[in-house]
């Protein structure tokens, strides 16, 4: 499996304010996935970043709140713009396994708390 | 819509005791299920997942998984908990309409000496 790192592993940043947060792999891959969790529930899909291409965002998440960079096929950044306190979340990427069974591969997260 | 519902939120069993998380998916189509692990303060780690074939998976950790179509649910267990266990754990099932994992909202697991 892909060895995903994130960068910052954390961070606390002040409303209104932006954020970059970075994925890196240890591979080529063509898709990359960024998920938000929210404290105490689920992981929900911001949008699929594929490189060469513009992401693609899932409802109710827009390009101008979390633009999302792709310059190759290791790397990809999210940025959360603006932020609220209600952007206090864990911030993960991810990318597919290398099989047919869809499994994806989850980097350590980002922490981060808006004051 | 495709969801992942996770029957109890918390689970509490005994050092040794049968652990039993429960998951029921909605699909239209035969689905690629999975189960993951989230220890504190980390990323989520892949525990097992059922593509095709054999409905009864086994995963790392002694964990296992049993696919039953007809109830729609690909229910966790492991025969005996380990003080290690004690983790939050997500049932996903693969988007219909595209590669992306839709999640469950999680069962915390504690596990008591």
């Known amino acids: 499996s892909a060895v995903i790192s994130q960068k910052p592993s954390r961070d606390i940043c002040q409303r209104g304010t932006s954020l970059t947060i970075q994925c890196q792999v240890d591979?080529?891959?063509?898709?990359m996935f960024w998920y938000r969790q929210q404290p105490g529930q689920s992981l929900t899909l911001i949008a699929t970043?594929?490189?060469?291409?513009?992401?693609?965002?899932e409802s109710g998440f827009v390009i101008d709140k979390f633009p999302i960079s792709r310059p190759n096929l290791t790397f990809s950044t999210l940025t959360v713009s603006n932020m609220s306190p209600e952007d206090s979340s864990i911030y993960l990427c991810?990318?597919?396994?290398?099989?047919?069974?869809?499994?994806?591969?989850f980097g350590p997260g980002t922490r981060l708390t808006v004051t | 819509a495709q969801s992942v519902t996770q029957l109890g939120s918390h689970v509490s069993v005994s050092e040794g005791a049968l652990v039993l998380l429960r998951c029921n998916y909605s699909s239209s189509v035969p689905p690629y299920l999975f189960w993951y692990v989230q220890y504190p303060n980390q990323g989520l780690q892949l525990l097992l997942k059922y593509t095709t074939g054999a409905t009864l998976v086994k995963g790392i950790n002694g964990f296992e998984a049993e696919f039953k179509k007809s109830e729609t649910s690909f229910h966790l267990t492991k025969p005996s908990a380990h003080m290690s266990d004690a983790a939050e754990y997500f049932c996903a099932v693969k988007s219909q309409a595209g590669t992306a994992l839709i999640f469950g909202k999680g069962t915390t697991l504690s596990v008591s000496s």
């Open positions: 591979s080529q891959v063509t898709m």
């Open positions: 991810s990318v597919p396994g290398t099989g047919l069974s869809y499994e994806q591969y």
């Open positions: 970043a594929n490189q060469g291409s513009e992401a693609t965002y």
